[in-house]
C-alpha cells in the first residue's frame, strides 16, 4: 500500500516564474493539506483541500493557490516566485476533514528559487 | 489562538544518557498531540500521538510522551538515547474547525548525540 507521494523530489526555479508541484494521497485518504516548512523552521500550513474545494487556509498570499482533483490528488500552484519562497513543501493526507489525528505525511519536494 | 512553543532550540546529550525534550502547547479544547521526528533531507515521521486516555503514550524508537493538562504540555522522554536519534523533534497540535483541520507545528529542537 503506498503512502503519500510527491514530485518532483527537487526542484530549482528562478525568481518570478511559476512552479506545480503534485501530491497522491495514501490509499483510502480523500483529504489533502499542504505545508511549507523553510529552512530551520517547523512545517506551516498552507491550506487544506476536501471535495475539490479549498476548506482552510493559512497565512499565505493569493500567489499560493491549490487544486484538488477527483482522484483526490493535489497540486499546488505558486506564482511570481520570490526566493523567499524557498522551502520545503510536505503534503499530508488524511481520512476526512476531521482525520487531523491520521494525517500522513509525504518525502516533501525541495524548491529552490534562485 | 493555537500555538505551540518548544523552548529549547538545541540540546546536546551523551549517548546512553536518558533525554526530555519540552513542549508546551495552548489550545482552547482538548488538544490532539503530537511528535515528530526529521533527519537531515527527510520528511517528516510520526514518532507518537496522544487524544484521550492514558496520559503517558508509548512511541516508535523507545521513545515515550506525557501528557499533562495543568501545565499544557506534552514532553517527549527517552531513557537511553542512541547515535541514530540525532535529528530535529517536532512538537504538534492538531487544530479542529467546522469544516476543516489543520497541524499547527513548534520550531523545532535538534538533537545531537556526543559520543
Known amino acids: 500500500d503506498a503512502g503519500v507521494t510527491q514530485s518532483p523530489t527537487h526542484l530549482i526555479k528562478t525568481r518570478g516564474q511559476q512552479v506545480t508541484l503534485r501530491c497522491s494521497p495514501k490509499?483510502?485518504?480523500?483529504?489533502v493539506s499542504w505545508y511549507q516548512q523553510a529552512l530551520g523552521q517547523g512545517p506551516q500550513f498552507i491550506f487544506q483541500?476536501?471535495?475539490?474545494?479549498?476548506?482552510q487556509r493559512g497565512n499565505f498570499p493569493d500567489r499560493f493557490s491549490g487544486h484538488q482533483f477527483p482522484n483526490y490528488s493535489s497540486e499546488l500552484n505558486v506564482n511570481a516566485l520570490l526566493l523567499g519562497d524557498s522551502a520545503l513543501y510536505l503534503c499530508?493526507?488524511?481520512?476526512?476533514?476531521?482525520?487531523?489525528?491520521?494525517?500522513?505525511f509525504g518525502p516533501g519536494t525541495r524548491l529552490t528559487v534562485t | 489562538a493555537q500555538s505551540v512553543t518548544q523552548p529549547d532550540i538545541h540540546i546536546t546529550v551523551s549517548e546512553g544518557a536518558s533525554l526530555e525534550l519540552r513542549c508546551n502547547y495552548s489550545?482552547?479544547?482538548?488538544?490532539?498531540l503530537f511528535w515528530y521526528v526529521q533527519s537531515p533531507g527527510q520528511g517528516l515521521q510520526l514518532l507518537l500521538k496522544?487524544?484521550?486516555?492514558?496520559?503517558l503514550v508509548q512511541g516508535i524508537k523507545g521513545f515515550e510522551a506525557e501528557f499533562k493538562r495543568s501545565q499544557s504540555s506534552f514532553n517527549l522522554r527517552k531513557p537511553s538515547v542512541h547515535w541514530s536519534d540525532a535529528a530535529e523533534y517536532f512538537c504538534?497540535?492538531?487544530?479542529?474547525?467546522?469544516?476543516?483541520?489543520?497541524?499547527?507545528f513548534g520550531s523545532g529542537t535538534r538533537l545531537s548525540i556526543r559520543p
Open positions: 483541500y476536501y471535495e475539490e474545494e479549498e476548506r
Open positions: 499530508a493526507s488524511s481520512g476526512g476533514l476531521a482525520g487531523v489525528h491520521e494525517q500522513y
Open positions: 490509499s483510502g485518504h480523500d483529504t
Open positions: 489550545y482552547g479544547a482538548t488538544p490532539y
Open positions: 496522544y487524544f484521550s486516555g492514558d496520559t
Open positions: 504538534a497540535v492538531g487544530a479542529l474547525y467546522s469544516s476543516a483541520s489543520k497541524i499547527i
